[in-house]
């Protein structure tokens, strides 16, 4: 089984910066991707970015240059940094991670979840 355990987030001002972390405890499993997704009430959850085992990344355009994430691959790490936040950042972020026995058999699972509210 895949736990999935987030810490950071909170109310910050309009150009500040907050850090997101996720831990994965998984069990004879391999994480593939992993990442940050974030939803607002009313609203479909949309990725804000993800990074695959060798590193390579995907950022939602509205977030490029921005938002950094990172991962350890040795602690099972997630980490997004958010720099210049706007108002428009507010939401509850999801911390996520592609895991399986092998690369052809995979399932998506999820964290509790971290609110993040931007004020102006």
């Known amino acids: 089984q895949v736990q999935l355990v987030e810490s950071g987030g909170g109310l910050v001002q309009a150009g500040g910066s907050l850090r997101l972390s996720c831990a994965a405890s998984?069990?004879?499993?391999?994480?593939?991707?992993m990442g940050w997704y974030r939803q607002d009430p009313g609203k479909q959850r949309e990725l804000v970015a993800r990074?695959?085992?060798?590193?390579?990344?995907n950022y939602a355009d509205s977030v490029k240059g921005r938002f950094a994430i990172s991962r350890d691959n040795t602690k099972n790490t997630v980490t997004l940094q958010m720099n210049s936040l706007k108002p428009e950042d507010t939401a509850v972020y999801y911390c996520?991670?592609?895991?399986?026995?092998?690369?052809?058999?995979?399932?998506?699972?999820w964290g509790q979840g971290t609110q993040v509210t931007v004020s102006s």
């Open positions: 996520y991670a592609r895991c399986g026995p092998t690369p052809w058999n995979l399932k998506d699972y």
């Open positions: 998984v069990s004879s499993f391999g994480i593939y991707t």
């Open positions: 990074i695959g085992s060798g590193g390579s990344t």
